[in-house]
DNA sequence: GTTCTAGAAC
DNA sequence: GTTCTAGAAC
């Protein structure tokens, strides 16, 4: 869902989609006062030294150093930073009744009954793929993160700019970019020095846990200490691992992402090497098996 | 999504 | 006794 800002007019109020290509400028310290009659806001822009999304857009710095290994990834996730995008301050005592409409400004916000949104686990991406030292690539449509518990030799994830929760809002509308996504995803395999050892898949999770929508692309060694649980092994090596061509090939049919409803059983299915299907028992078991179907 | 750990499984 | 999994996390 796009986000919307809410027009001045203290009478009446004015819903501006800016949803898909943001073109709404506002520059650091600028105060744009978003007022529902009931509800009136004060956003200002902080200060992020020249990182605003809009202007690393077009920066359009496309630099590419997929494989090269650097150093150990900082955990700076979680951490809500300060410098982010918005921010939302009250100006007057919120009513507890007073609920914005679901349509209404950053949808991440809450309203005031529950808090932490930003800082909740499952909204690490959106600060994750803002962090210049976890991208590995961006152009103006997308960035690409490694993944921070990776589940095999190479995870990346690809991430579009623009603030889309889920499968479940993709339309038609979004064809282009999923395409853009998936062609980003493989060059990011062009790139890579495995590319001719390795395989790899794209894809999203049927149900993902992480807020944002992003395209997992993952070597099919999974050779990771961070693959510890059933779970994570078949996330990733059932159908709940919905092949990015397929998700295209959907959307572009049926104009929506539908799941199975069985989704979330396939993660409790038996450990099955996802090569010769073979059965194991315990996880370790599993990553020993694997091994033999490592490259020489 | 991960961490932690109780208790099931071996 | 050790390994391993699965569910809570205020």
Redesign the pocket.
């Known amino acids: 869902m796009g986000q919307s800002l809410i027009g001045v007019n203290p009478t009446s109020v004015d819903l501006v989609d800016v949803g898909k290509d943001e073109e709404v400028k506002m520059r650091p310290g600028q105060v744009l006062h978003i007022v529902n009659k009931l509800y009136p806001y004060t956003v200002q822009f902080a200060e992020e030294s020249g990182k605003d999304v809009t202007e690393a857009e077009e920066k359009v710095q496309a630099e590419k150093r997929p494989c090269e290994d650097s150093s150990e990834n900082d955990d700076i996730e979680n951490v809500p930073r300060k410098a982010k995008k918005t921010e939302v301050v009250d100006t007057q005592g919120s009513s507890a009744e007073l609920k914005l409409s679901k349509t209404s400004v950053f949808p991440q916000e809450g309203t005031s009954s529950k808090k932490e949104h930003l800082g909740h686990?499952?909204q690490?991406l959106k600060s994750s793929m803002q962090d210049p030292k976890m991208q590995v690539y961006k152009d103006e449509k997308t960035v690409v993160i490694k993944?921070?518990?990776p589940?095999a030799r190479y995870h990346w994830l690809i991430l579009p700019w623009e603030s889309i929760p889920s499968l479940k809002t993709v339309t038609r509308e979004h064809l282009g970019l999923l395409e853009h996504m998936h062609a980003v995803g493989e060059k990011m395999i062009d790139q890579c020095p495995a590319r001719g050892s390795l395989e790899f898949r794209l894809g999203y999770?049927a149900i993902?846990?992480?807020s944002h929508l992003h395209l997992h692309v993952i070597s099919q060694d999974f050779d990771s200490a961070?693959l510890?649980?059933?779970?994570?092994w078949n996330?990733f090596t059932t159908e709940y691992f919905l092949n990015s061509q397929d998700v295209i090939e959907m959307v572009r049919s049926k104009g929506k992402v539908t799941v199975k409803d069985h989704a979330s059983e396939l993660l409790?299915l038996p450990?099955r090497c996802h090569i010769c299907k073979q059965q194991l028992?315990?996880?370790?078991?599993?990553k020993e098996h694997l091994r033999k179907h490592w490259p020489k």
Do not use: E, F
């Open positions: 686990w499952s690490g993944d921070k518990y589940k999770h993902p846990s992480m961070a510890k649980t059933k779970k994570h996330s409790k450990l028992s315990t996880i370790p078991q599993l």
